[in-house]
């Protein structure tokens, strides 16, 4: 049993549309050295952002689930099987917003669309994913750990 499933969203386009207003500007009305190298990093940086948050992959591999936004892989996580204890099925809120961070008392999140997201325990801790695929991910992540602990027997 394997998992692959990668979630597309147009969030990278929100971060694209201000690097090309930040490009359109340097071009219609050039800058000073030093406030056009500020907007060349602002630039370079929404660029490097849009192009990391094109969609969310998660698979199974092998001992450990693999959660990973890309194509630029700079934000990914693995989760070992044997230390998840539980999933189930949930509902991000407006508050908990896009991308990946950490909430007091809520965990990390890594969400790149909408509010449906399937929350990992982790002993008293909680990762939450976001995806277009809960029940899916639910169903391998239960199954999976399931066929951990019996390994383990």
Known sequence: MTYDHTQKSPLYLILLLPAVVVMV???VAPAPPPVFALLMVVEASLIVAAFSFMHLRVRDQGDY????F???PIFR???PYVQITGAEAWRSSFLDGWGVHWMAGRGWIYNLWGFDCVVVHLGAKTFRIG???VDGLV?????KV????????
């Open 25 to 27: 500007s340097v071009v």
């Open 65 to 68: 689930l693999a959660v990973r």
């Open 70 to 72: 890309g194509p630029l």
């Open 77 to 79: 996580r693995r989760i």
């Open 131 to 133: 995806t277009d695929d």
């Open 139 to 143: 169903g391998f992540l239960k199954a």
């Open 146 to 153: 399931e066929g951990c602990r019996h390994d383990e027997r």
